[in-house]
């Protein structure tokens, strides 16, 4: 008896499609920095603290920021109280545990950062830390 011998087929793995993939991936990251970073170039001068908390941000973190004058400012937008809570209270209840930073200037009155906290902890978002920056050494 005879037996017909086949060759297997290539096993090639197929490059450009992954390319695109990578490509598209890149991108989406370095748009998604430059948003990120974006919300701390607002005129917002944080405290200064010996032990500074990490000023990267968290994936998914949201930026309060407090200027002080005590305007408030979401997304390059200024909210009021109720429009702090509407945005906060929708986003809550995607994210039950939403990170949120406050980055208030060092400059506002203590009084606007309680109330941006309490509006906050109303909207059902217990995830809060405060941004700093770290105390630069003297030599």
Known sequence: MKFQTREPESAAFPLAPMID?????????IATMQ?????????VSVPVAEEGADARQTVGELIVNVRDNG?????HAVMTQEQLYSKLTRIAA??????????????VEYQKIVEVIDICQKAGIPNISFATQVQSKRK
Do not use: M, Y
């Open 94 to 107: 995607v994210h039950k545990n939403q990170a949120i930073r406050i980055r208030g200037d060092g400059k």
């Open 35 to 43: 948003f990120s970073q974006s919300e701390r170039e607002l005129n």
């Open 21 to 29: 993939v990578v490509f598209l991936l890149l991108i989406f990251f």
């Open 71 to 75: 305007e408030v400012v979401v997304d």
